[in-house]
């Protein structure tokens, strides 16, 4: 049998249910609020401290998330994911709150948003981790699941930017942080009344021995790192610098609203990815989202070359059905080759590695830029794609995973 046949159920198991739809609300709501946010940092604030402000902003969430994500899956197998994730949204709830209160006054000064921003990324830190966890306990069929969830992403940031520009023309940035609070209080309350099968109790042990075992269990196996070893490379050339660069070379180009209408046709393509996803059952799964995401080569590449809209369209439509694709094979593969009890600790090596990667990647982007033109930049994204498919169809471990049963 071929990555590509299907194996097909003689009977699936029903997927909404009481507890995958509570799961499935708070993670719609909260991930529109998510999607939000962006938006809003980079109008409200860029009005009033311009981009190094946002740069500053937005750094440090994304440091303090990296700097404590690690502590987060220990603590999301120590206490339950999803104790951690509703007090984590409960937090945000305070953290947006605030925000919005300050913007309804006037001004807020800067250290505030930069402080908030910190509370906020720590947060995530807690939140995230156990988002790969919960799946299983909340559906029994995780890839139909995954796929639902990457649906819903996909809607959340086609509506979340265009809802954040509409109220802050409307009315005022803090209405966003205020919408992007209740977004938050909602999926902790959906969190909140989730009851799930109770897990064994485990020997206490300290923290820095339960980060050695998250991480003993991450290195063990060879197709996870291998992947992320590939993903670190891949957020640096290629999924970081892309937003900066294909956004300035666009709208050099096209026009600023270019730019927006390619970002919504890249949802609609994962869109597409996520309800292929719900179809096709691999039976290698890795292999197949690896053979997909090679059709992600045609965002970067329409990018730097092309001056057509319709063709600039077709490949964000392209690369948002192939990232989508790859992203729920991954998802489900993580979730089903790793024992629960470890699961949200090695969901943290993953996004540590992952998100680190993008970090520099965003970083290096504007001094690339004095080496080498944007387009010139992208082509190189692209060919970091294709050779990064290569090499994933190339490591035996990652080619040879089997779906689990």
Not at 20 to 31: D, G, I, M, N, P
Not at 49 to 74: I, K, P, Q
Not at 107 to 121: K, M, Q
Not at 261 to 289: D, E, I, N, Q, Y
Request: charged share 10%.
């Amino acid at each position: 049998m071929t990555t590509a046949q299907l194996s097909r159920p003689t009977a699936q198991h029903p997927l909404w249910d009481r507890r995958f739809t509570l799961y499935f609300t708070a993670r719609a709501v909260s991930l529109l609020g998510d999607a939000m946010m962006p938006v809003a940092t980079a109008l409200a604030v860029g009005a009033l401290y311009g981009v190094s402000g946002v740069g500053a902003v937005l750094g440090a969430w994304t440091g303090t998330f990296v700097l404590l994500v690690l502590f987060g899956g220990v603590l999301s197998d120590r206490l339950g994911a999803r104790r951690l994730m509703v007090g984590a949204d409960l937090v945000r709830v305070g953290t947006q709150g605030a925000l919005a209160a300050a913007f309804f006054a006037g001004p807020p000064p800067f250290w505030l948003l930069v402080a908030l921003a910190s509370v906020a990324g720590a947060a995530v830190a807690m939140f995230l981790p156990g988002v790969n966890g919960m799946v299983p306990l909340v559906a029994r069929d995780t890839q139909r699941a995954n796929a639902t969830l990457k649906v819903a992403d996909a809607l959340a940031h086609l509506l979340g930017p265009a809802l954040a520009g509409l109220l802050i023309a409307l009315t005022d940035a803090g209405a966003v942080y205020a919408v992007d609070a209740a977004t938050f209080l909602l999926s902790a309350l959906c969190l909140g009344l989730l009851r799930l099968p109770d897990s064994p109790s485990l020997p206490r042990t300290s923290l820095r021995v339960e980060l050695h075992q998250g991480w003993r269990e991450f290195r063990d196996r060879p197709w996870m790192w291998s992947v992320i070893l590939i993903w670190l490379l891949y957020g640096i050339l290629l999924f970081g610098p892309l937003v900066p660069l294909s956004s300035a070379l666009i709208g050099a180009r096209l026009g600023p609203g270019s730019y927006g209408l390619a970002v919504s046709f890249l949802g609609v393509g994962t869109v597409l990815g996520g309800l292929l996803a719900l179809r096709l059952r691999p039976t290698r799964p890795l292999a197949a989202g690896a053979a997909v995401l090679a059709l992600y080569t045609a965002l970067p590449l329409g990018t730097a070359l092309t001056t057509s809209l319709p063709l600039l369209l077709t490949a964000h439509v392209l690369g948002g059905a192939a990232l989508a694709f790859w992203s729920v094979m991954w998802a489900t593969s993580v979730q089903t080759h790793t024992p629960p009890a470890v699961l949200n600790r090695v969901s943290a090596y993953e996004l540590a590695g992952s998100i680190t990667g993008i970090t520099l990647g965003q970083l290096l982007a504007g001094p690339a830029t004095h080496l080498a033109s944007p387009s010139h930049l992208l082509l190189l994204s692209a060919a970091t794609c294709l050779t990064g498919c290569a090499a994933l169809l190339a490591v035996p471990a990652v080619r040879g995973l089997r779906r689990a049963p």
